[in-house]
């Protein structure tokens, strides 16, 4: 997905956020709601993350350099990670807290219609924010023929997939909301507005984990989508002068930065020249291929220097192949 793409979905998402935050904060001083309170502080603690997003993307575009040779391309995994902590500290945290002081001490709501044309809006908004996001996502599924469910899955870009998960997060607060405030009112129990707000604070709890653990994987070094090693494979099985492919590795610098590290076997009686030749016909295709591969590097080694090489920084090769054969077997399911 593009740069473009990204910006866009951020700056949907950071436009509907800024305005309803301001709407339900004040329909919050109005009507008195703990609900409608933290559903201001969702928006404002989500407005505050596509900012964040948005700073990560401009830091992590930096060029490569002497100190970082690679890009710093990582750097945005990282805002991610501080964002998921945003989302869990301010968002679940502060809601949470809310509404056990409205469940220890409750208090009548106000005017609850406010609320409710408030709610409808945001519901509005917020889904025609996660509608842009889906849009991209859809795009890149049909892109690799993927459903758009294990597009997201797979996705290594934490302004797209963030947004995803805090814009349905924000769904499902406003509906609890929207509940929570009617059941209210209707049943005349004001401390039912607190257990929503505390609804509210564990949705956005159980998003911030899952948006951390995503970050976390990521800027710990995550491989690439299988595909592209299977992909890679492929071609390389068709090269008659490669033996063996004793190993390919690949990582994620970044959304649209991937390294690519292949050891192969060639046959002992291949020209240097021929070598030269295959290796960069190879690097073109599968840049050709998957755009977001930006460094490939093939090594020609025999299979048995390759595996006392391994075992030399204490790598097993034969437990290697193993976990190799079974990501491929699981059709490149990822963590």
Known sequence: MSAHASRATLFAALAANAGIAVAKFAGAAYTGSSAMASEGIHSLVDTGNQVLLLFGMKDASRPPDASHPFGYGLRLYFWGFVVAVAVFAL???VAIYEGAEKVAHPGPIHSAWVNVVILLVAILLEGSSLAVALRHVHHEARRRGLSMRETL????????????????AALAGLFAALTGIGLAELLDMPVLDGWTSIAI?????????????????????????????????????????????????????????????????????????????????????IREEFPEVRRVYIEAQSSDRHRDALQDIGEDFDALERAEGELVDRDGAVA
């Open 153 to 168: 899955r797979r996705h290594r870009d934490p302004t797209v997939f963030a947004v995803v998960y805090e814009e349905t």
């Open 91 to 93: 968002g679940a945290g």
């Open 201 to 285: 604070g564990v949705i956005l709890a159980i998003t911030a984990l899952s948006l951390a653990r995503r970050c976390y994987v990521l800027m710990t070094g995550q491989a690439a989508d299988p595909a592209i090693e299977d992909r890679l494979r492929e071609i390389l099985a068709r090269v008659k002068p490669i033996e063996h492919v004793n190993e390919v590795r690949t990582m994620h610098f970044g959304p649209s930065d991937v390294l690519v590290l292949v050891s192969a076997d060639f046959d002992d009686e291949t020209l240097a020249g021929t070598v030269e030749r295959i290796v960069s016909d190879v690097e073109d295709g």
